[in-house]
């Protein structure tokens, strides 16, 4: 029998899957300050949902750069400047920078956009680099201005900095810049920015940077430095903007545009080395954000991800965005120690859509003891199986349906107790109840499953014992839409059983952006796929990228006359032909399969023809 370990302390955290779209346990140490909202959007920008911290060194106190939208983003606002009180609390200053009609964001009628900025202090002036975009939003890029303080008014160069209709699109794909970030290094300036499709139409991200020896510029071309097309490891559907320097490293955080935008990564480089894409590493992921209980973060972080600068005395504090349930958006402020990220005890958020909590480990019997507390609907399941993955590929990504059918779950439905299992077949069984007595949250729930049935009981209350039979598999915490829920232990005693994790086909086109129009990959469903549904290819070159932490992979295809070849690449390193034509038809089998180092990995297939097929990337953790 293994030790019992409780898996919410955070030296464990790794221990639990961390995805965009399928959930994100965090045990971060962030703590909301007094007095958000700072700002909550009006008429006509209900939606100031992006912006940027700054701390003023000359002065020492700290300015907030408030990017102003309508709702639905476009026609984009101003930006404007808030200011933090000597005795606390903030106060509007005015507009930082707006648009004019007559100049190069203008249409001669109509003001542009710009609400996207950045701040550095540097020769005694303040040098802002901001996106822009016209009326119509089908030209835009990024542009320099200046001030002589950090309430402005800042004066705006008479040329844009970028101009995406000059732009020669990267990879087929990207034109627009924006969501910039400067920073100033030892011998030149740098721009990390975000690039998407034109006019910022999504569907695929990517950070890009500019150098410059003057603030001003001019720059050089966009060069991109982390994108999904790429051979390495690169978490799905993440946007980026802003990032910040501290103790000679560039921070780039990153925020998930699934349905639950808590999830967040981290990206560092030296600052100096931050202009090459090999200089940049995973810092972290996953377990950086989590969303609280409250009116005016109804709907978690939202927009672009937090602002954050580090203090002299270690602090990091951070601006960000949220939106209210009936869609306004909101500005609050958070803090942590730098050097203290995680602490015990982890938070799953679902501001959006169902979050699970999947603890990688498979269990036959076991004993279990949890104490949950939930603002909303949870559940408890083990004996999982089930393949996992997003329903979609692009932006609102939720958990694929297929996930949701577990084994056997438990769920407490107010003063009421339900346990509901599913077979192999198909079959549902269902045990309800009474609770033995009302109890209030933080709730204790104990399990035990042994060979043959399985008991539990609820604030060592015993609830119900029945007879069931173990069967091996994960076990996992669902929290419903709409609810956030705080895990304060998770003790489990038992054995533990060699692991994997099946994941499906679309979640390797969202690790390569892949639309799911069927220009390069189609829905397939049958009985040849592990799970009956997969991908056929539509043309050659058509490309899928899974990006996984592990151990190890075996790559499940279905073969047969027409199938052709496909080129796996492993982590940009090796490249490998895998030919899936028989004779006949065959159901999906391993054709591939590796042992790697522990650590961020990438499996990338491209398809030499059309009608190759893709099934699932089975992952050992």
């Known amino acids: 029998m293994s030790p019992a370990i409780d898996f919410s302390r955070s030296e464990y955290r790794n221990e ?184 910022n139409a999504g569907g695929t ?32 559907l993440m946007e980026y903007y802003p990032a910040f320097a501290h103790d000679g490293f560039i921070y780039a955080p990153a925020t998930s545009v699934a349905r639950n935008r808590s999830f967040q990564c981290v990206f560092r480089a030296p600052i100096e080395e931050a202009h090459r894409p090999e200089a940049w590493e995973v810092y972290q992921h996953g377990s950086v954000w989590h969303a609280e209980n409250r009116p005016s973060e109804a709907q978690g972080i939202w927009g672009q991800t937090f602002s954050a600068q580090v203090s002299d005395d270690g602090t990091m504090r951070a601006y960000f965005t949220s939106k209210t349930q009936d869609d306004t958006g909101t500005v609050h402020l958070a803090r942590r120690r730098w050097a203290e990220p995680y602490q015990d005890g982890f938070v799953i958020s679902a501001p959006n859509a169902p979050a699970f909590g999947i603890l990688q480990r498979h269990y036959r ?131 533990t059983h060699p692991c994997t994790e099946d994941w499906l086909a679309i979640d390797a086109l969202a690790g390569s952006a892949i639309a799911m129009d069927g220009a390069e990959w189609r829905l397939e469903e049958n009985d040849a796929f592990r799970y009956g549904l997969g991908y056929r290819s539509s043309k050659a070159g058509a490309e899928a990228k899974w990006n996984f932490h592990g151990t190890g992979y075996r790559l499940h295809a279905v073969r047969g006359p027409e199938c052709g070849e496909m080129l796996v690449i492993i982590d940009n390193q090796a490249a490998i032909t895998v030919s899936l034509s028989t004779p006949e038809p065959a159901k999906s089998t391993v054709v591939l399969s590796g042992s790697l180092p522990a650590g961020y990995h990438a499996v990338k297939v491209i398809a030499q023809s059309e009608n190759a097929r893709l099934d699932t990337l089975e992952v050992i953790p």
């Open 205 to 236: 991200w990517a950070m890009a940077c500019m150098t410059a020896s003057n603030p001003a510029g001019p720059y050089s071309e966009p060069g991109l430095l982390l994108c999904p097309q790429s051979n390495v490891f690169l978490p799905a």
């Open 16 to 199: 639990w899957l961390h995805h965009c779209a399928v959930g994100d346990p965090s045990w971060d140490t962030f703590v909301r300050e007094d007095g958000n909202p700072i700002y909550t959007g009006r008429e006509p920008y209900s939606w100031p949902v992006n912006g940027f911290l700054f701390h003023d060194p000359p002065s020492g106190r700290w300015y907030a750069y408030v990017g102003l939208y309508p709702r639905g983003y476009w026609p984009g606002g101003p930006c404007l400047v808030m200011r933090e009180r000597a005795g606390g609390g903030w106060e509007e200053i005015g507009l930082a920078i707006q648009g004019d009609p007559s100049t190069f964001d203008g249409d001669g009628a109509h003001p542009g956009a710009m609400p996207d900025v950045s701040v550095v202090y540097a020769d005694g002036q303040y040098h802002m680099v901001y996106d822009w975009a016209n009326h119509a939003n089908n030209r835009g890029g990024l542009a320099y201005a200046s001030a002589d303080r950090p309430e402005g008014p800042f004066v705006r160069a008479d040329h844009p900095l970028h101009l995406d209709t000059d732009q020669r699109p990267l990879l087929g794909k990207y034109v627009r810049a924006y969501a910039a970030t400067l920073i100033k290094r030892s011998h030149d300036w740098i721009i990390l920015h975000a690039m998407s499709t034109p006019g």
């Open 365 to 495: 019997t076991f004993n279990l003891t949890t104490q949950a507390q939930s603002s909303g609907a949870w559940s408890l399941s083990w004996g999982c199986r089930s393949p996992l993955g997003p329903g979609t590929t692009v932006a609102d990504a939720a958990p694929h349906p297929l996930m949701f059918p577990q084994q056997i779950t438990w769920q407490r439905a107010g003063e009421r107790w339900r346990l509901e299992s599913l077979d192999e077949d198909g079959r549902r069984d269902t045990w309800t109840g009474i609770l033995p007595q009302p109890a209030n949250e933080p709730d204790t729930i104990s399990i035990t499953q042994d060979e043959f049935s399985v008991a539990i009981s609820l604030n060592d209350q015993p609830v119900c014992m029945l007879a069931y039979p173990a069967s091996e598999g994960r076990i996992q915490l669902l929290a419903e839409a709409g609810t956030v829920m705080r895990i304060e232990q998770f003790i489990v005693d038992g054995e």
